[in-house]
């Protein structure tokens, strides 16, 4: 079939904006429970933000090795939305909620038996790894819901719904903060009670998901019940997806292993400097779904032509993205500390860090759309290979951080730089040649 080419519109900017701004508020929900959690566990002191900050590492992980449930629900509902296939679409829906709840019950199992060895392997020792272990083994109740949120919120992006995430998150932080702030100074559970109150949250959220996700198919005449078949092609989908999620969490596995001996400090204020990389990745991320739900659509439907206009629209709004935030960053920067912690040791380290990752925002705005216009077009293989040439060359640069061992906050400067910069300038060439050519849009649903 002939491709049919359409010209840049304003009804394509607004279908951007109607998807984007509230993904945007979705997106920023789980850095806000991360956010909301060290700012209550922050005044408790040094040790437990630390503790927590290791914890977090892990935990996210293993729940970011498990985005594919998310990113490759999306592009495969939204593609067979294009094709005008609902029943297929909810199929693939039910399918990767089938497996969200599998692999969520088994890693938590997993997480608890082998929470302290994990946090050993970060280098954590004394309080600081008594609270990580506390941490990770009350986050683990909640761990198959997270997951069966990012399948959930997966369908619904495909179904072109953006809205409805937007709803269930903000609901389940206004629930997160009121339980952790309750559970951690009224109950005196500590960090514990930040873990029991976000399991809580999240589960609320999870069960939205599953009624909605339930009725929908049931409308439809779409079996509840597991398609084993369906399973397994859902996991073989998504383990090229797992592998680019792997190369990124061995990144920052890596980087939190060289902070960590670089003492209690840094380590602390590097776990704010990440918390606020992911409030502003998953707020450039908003662009990024809506490139993942409108390319899966647009290529389903067999119009490239309108794919590369959008991708265009969007990586312009991804570079001018960037550079608001990084400006907005670099203002609030000297103050962004006192949100957080007491200790002025930790406060000062975080603004030198900020400003440099106020530098890295419009990269990291171009980064993160072309990442999701390749993952809605499906293009799983080339991702997961980038990510490892990008991880190869992120390391030698994580290296030189670890035996030069500059002293005091310049340490921790220098990471940022290696990580903000370096790395993400590996992700933008790779990318970026890549959306250069036409071998990522295949047309057609699968």
């Known amino acids: 079939m002939p491709e049919t080419t359409t010209a840049p519109s304003r009804s394509d900017a607004r279908e951007i904006l109607r998807l984007a701004v509230p ?24 040790d437990q933000l630390a503790g927590v900050g290791l914890a977090s590492t892990v935990l996210h992980t293993a729940v970011g090795l498990m985005v594919f449930l998310a990113y490759s629900t999306t592009p495969a509902v939204a593609r067979a939305i294009g094709d005008g296939k609902l029943g297929k679409a909810l199929a693939a829906g039910r399918d990767g909620v089938w497996l969200a709840l599998l692999l969520g019950v088994a890693l938590a199992v997993l997480g608890f038996i082998f929470a302290e060895p994990l946090v050993g392997l970060m280098g954590a020792s004394g309080d600081v790894q008594g609270f990580a272990v506390d941490y990770l083994r009350w986050s683990m109740p909640g761990l198959a819901a997270m997951l ?15 809205r409805t995430p937007l709803v269930v998150a903000t609901a389940g932080f206004a629930l997160n903060i009121a339980l ?5 100074y009224g109950l005196n559970l500590s960090v514990a009670g930040s873990a029991i109150g976000t399991s809580i949250a999240q589960w609320s959220m999870a069960a939205v998901y599953l009624v909605f996700v339930g009725r929908n198919a049931q409308r439809c005449n779409v079996s509840l019940k597991p398609d084993w078949h369906g ?12 592998l680019r999620t792997l190369s990124l969490r061995v990144a920052i596995l890596a980087t939190v292993v060289v902070v960590t ?49 959008l991708t265009r629209t969007m990586v ?19 103050f962004a500390g006192y949100l957080f912690t007491s200790d002025a040791g930790v406060r000062s380290a975080l603004t030198l860090v900020l400003w440099v990752l ?11 759309v072309l990442d999701g216009v390749l993952i809605g077009a499906g293009d799983a293989r080339y991702l997961a290979i980038a990510g490892v040439v990008n991880l190869a060359v992120y390391l030698p ?21 290696a990580f903000a910069l370096g790395y993400m300038l590996a992700r933008g060439v790779t990318l970026g040649l890549r959306a250069r050519t036409d071998r990522w849009m295949v047309l057609g649903s699968h």
Not at 180 to 184: G, I, Q
Not at 272 to 299: N, P, R, V, Y
Not at 358 to 368: H, I, M, N, T
Request: no cysteine.
């Open 23 to 46: 993904a945007f508020g979705a997106l920023i929900a789980e850095p806000l429970f991360l956010l909301a959690d060290s700012a209550i566990v922050g005044h408790l002191g040094v």
């Open 148 to 162: 069966l949120v990012f399948a959930g919120t997966g369908v619904l992006r495909g179904l072109q719904d953006t």
């Open 180 to 184: 952790n702030w309750f559970l951690v």
């Open 231 to 242: 399973i397994r092609a859902m996991t073989k989908v998504g383990s090229w997806l797992m």
């Open 261 to 309: 001996a670089q003492g209690a400090v840094n380590l602390a204020a590097h776990q704010l400097a990440m918390t606020i990389f992911s409030f502003l990745a998953f707020a450039l991320d908003a662009l990024a779904i809506a490139a993942q739900a409108l390319i899966g659509k647009e290529l389903g439907a067999r119009n490239a032509g309108r794919a590369r206009e």
């Open 316 to 334: 312009r709004w991804g570079l001018g993205f960037g550079v608001i935030t990084g400006v907005l960053l670099a203002l609030v920067a000297p």
């Open 358 to 368: 106020a530098v890295g925002q419009p990269l990291a705005g171009y980064v993160f």
């Open 397 to 417: 640069l994580l290296a030189a951080v670890y035996l030069t061992r500059p002293d005091g906050a310049a340490g921790l400067v220098w990471l940022w730089l």
